[in-house]
């Protein structure tokens, strides 16, 4: 854009003279031995030499790795160990996948659009990848929910929740979930399409875009804003009270579990939080900080986006500047950068998905230090036999040789 303010500054037409033509060509970077359309063709579709859009591929980048890779390793170790087959962690390999599918679906396209400005996916993907981003958003947020839902099922009512199962309890609620998110989102794939956006730039630029078209612009911020309260709003409210309300029914059992064990005596090993109550109530306490924790910040990454997305709804597009565009690109990055976000915390607040990290990795020390040591023993055993062998061989040659010349 400042190539072309220099431009306009100089002269309003193209009939200026070579001069000018010489000089909008010098000023321009990266424009060496083009020629005047080539040159406002490189400026506006590759951006990708733009400082603001290196920020976003680095962020997106350093997301896309982190998020891939610790989200198979939370996947990895929540499978493969039976004793971590839980309601609790059932949920969270839904979010895991959840985060998984906003990581292969939203960065590739975002990133490619910060490269090259036209869209030259198709129709087809057009419809699909946006509307399968919304569906895996709209899951994490009502698995969010559901867990709330459930943690307070758990613990404000164990007497009830003691005969339920893992597929009886959760697979119909995730079904559930998955089944709501897909209607949910539903009128993205009807009104994405490809639009055509003609540039004020000295020659005729279209660039081509996947863009929701709605039928009028009430439409599209009714929607927006039935979004906003439906997943985020509604959630948020039903989580806090969720939380609140567990909150103070573990306090007050920690604070009678301290009591009854006071008034016992004390274990050879001296510690009152030995008991089977006081470890369960632990347990249930930092399960239900690590979903407070993962409920807040998945709040705080998706709420610019939600906010600012209704703003924008409500500007004209005239008005539309582009800091506010810019903004609406990183509070998007923002949001999708929480599926990287999840399983870093679920590795550090959750002490039973540290130990089974731990023990994979014990293991495959192990393994591979057994392996080592087999072959070394291996070699050790047969190296001897084969230089024995070798020496006999040599003795043998040596006296058929004598033998021979005698």
């Known amino acids: 854009m400042d190539m072309y303010e220099d431009f306009q500054e100089n002269g309003s037409s193209l009939d200026n003279g070579s001069d000018l033509m010489g000089k909008f060509m010098f000023a321009a970077p990266g424009c060496e031995g083009m020629t005047f359309e080539d040159c406002i063709k490189w400026q506006f579709l590759y951006s990708y030499t733009h400082p603001t859009s290196v920020a976003l591929i680095t962020l997106y980048g350093l997301s896309f790795l982190v998020g891939v890779v610790v989200n198979f390793l939370v996947l990895y170790v929540i499978l493969t160990e039976k004793h971590m087959h839980s309601v609790a962690n059932v949920y969270i390999v839904n979010l895991a996948v959840c985060d998984l599918l906003v990581l292969f679906l939203c960065i590739p396209m975002n990133m490619g659009r910060e490269i090259y400005r036209n869209y030259i996916y198709g129709e087809v993907i057009c419809k699909f990848f946006p509307y399968m981003q919304a569906v895996a958003v709209s899951s994490s947020v009502l698995s969010h929910t559901a867990i709330s839902l459930d943690r307070y099922y758990v613990i404000c009512k164990p007497l009830q929740s003691r005969a339920r199962s893992v597929k009886k309890s959760t697979m119909?609620?995730?079904?559930?979930?998955?089944?709501?998110?897909?209607?949910?989102?539903?009128?993205?794939?009807?009104?994405?399409?490809?639009?055509?956006?003609?540039?004020?730039?000295?020659?005729?630029?279209?660039?081509?875009?996947?863009?929701?078209?709605?039928?009028?612009?009430?439409?599209?911020?009714?929607?927006?804003?039935?979004?906003?309260?439906?997943?985020?709003?509604?959630?948020?409210?039903?989580?806090?009270?969720?939380?609140?309300?567990?909150?103070?029914?573990?306090?007050?059992?920690?604070?009678?579990?301290?009591?009854?064990?006071?008034?016992?005596?004390q274990t050879p090993r001296g510690s009152r939080q030995d008991s089977p109550s006081t470890r369960q109530s632990m347990g249930r306490r930092r399960v239900v900080k690590v979903f407070v924790v993962l409920a807040i910040v998945f709040t705080a990454s998706w709420l610019p986006y939600y906010i600012l997305n209704i703003w924008l709804d409500l500007q004209p597009e005239e008005k539309l500047e582009g800091v506010a565009l810019l903004l609406y690109d990183f509070a998007l990055c923002l949001g999708i950068s929480n599926s990287a976000v999840n399983p870093v915390c679920y590795c550090f607040l959750s002490k039973p998905l540290q130990r089974g990290l731990q023990q994979k990795f014990r293991k495959k020390s192990q393994q591979q230090s057994t392996s080592v040591r087999l072959t070394l023993h291996q070699l050790s055993v047969q190296d001897p036999g084969s230089v024995h062998s070798r020496h006999r061989h040599c003795h043998s040659r040596l006296l058929r040789s004598k033998s021979s010349i005698q």
């Open 172 to 265: 119909p609620v995730l079904c559930s979930i998955w089944v709501i998110a897909t209607i949910i989102m539903f009128p993205l794939a009807y009104f994405n399409s490809i639009t055509s956006v003609d540039l004020a730039v000295p020659i005729d630029l279209e660039i081509l875009s996947c863009q929701e078209s709605w039928p009028s612009t009430p439409w599209k911020l009714g929607y927006n804003i039935a979004l906003f309260v439906i997943l985020l709003c509604v959630p948020c409210i039903i989580m806090a009270i969720n939380y609140v309300l567990i909150a103070f029914k573990l306090w007050n059992q920690k604070a009678d579990l301290f009591a009854q064990d006071s008034s016992r005596p």
